[in-house]
């Protein structure tokens, strides 16, 4: 199959929103929110990925009682990121999500993120469409 072979670059997210480790848990909820998303990679002032906050994160904090608006990204994310290059193949993207069992996947160039690619960016490069629309 073609799309296997794509390059992470053809069909990666960007640009990419990422939280500040700073960022109130709040906050990033109202990214999700408003974004339609369900997850972000958080970054340093450099660029570099330090974390990802996801709403099952967001969702564990409120059960264990914290107010959203004084925690941090930092404070509540994963600290150890599966991450992939730009050159690295829809195939190898899929093998990482299946290891990891994650829904997307920061793609990182030189330390720094560049972009992103979720499970329905791969969906979508698998589907022809079959509707036209006429005007």
């Not at 053809?10 to 990422?18: A, D, H, K, N």
């Not at 999700?32 to 906050?53: C, E, Q, R």
């Not at 991450?83 to 690295?88: M, S, Y």
């Not at 990482?96 to 992103?116: A, N, Q, T, W």
Request: charged share 30%; proline share 5%; hydrophobic share 45%.
């Amino acid at each position: 199959m073609k799309v296997l072979n794509r390059k992470a670059s053809e069909i990666m997210t960007r640009p990419v929103v990422s939280a500040k480790e700073n960022a109130s848990a709040r906050d990033v909820a109202l990214q999700f929110i408003t974004g339609l998303y369900s997850g972000m990679p958080v970054t340093d002032d450099a660029g570099k990925i330090v974390g990802i906050v996801t709403e099952l994160d967001l969702l564990k904090a409120v059960k264990e009682g914290k107010e959203l608006v004084r925690t941090t990204a930092k404070d509540i994310m994963t600290p150890e990121v599966a991450t992939a290059p730009p050159d690295a193949t829809v195939e190898q993207l899929v093998k990482i999500m299946e290891e990891f069992h994650i829904l997307r996947l920061p793609i990182v160039k030189d330390e720094k993120l560049v972009g992103v690619v979720s499970r329905s960016d791969i969906l979508r490069g698998l589907i022809e469409p079959e509707f036209m629309t006429h005007l």
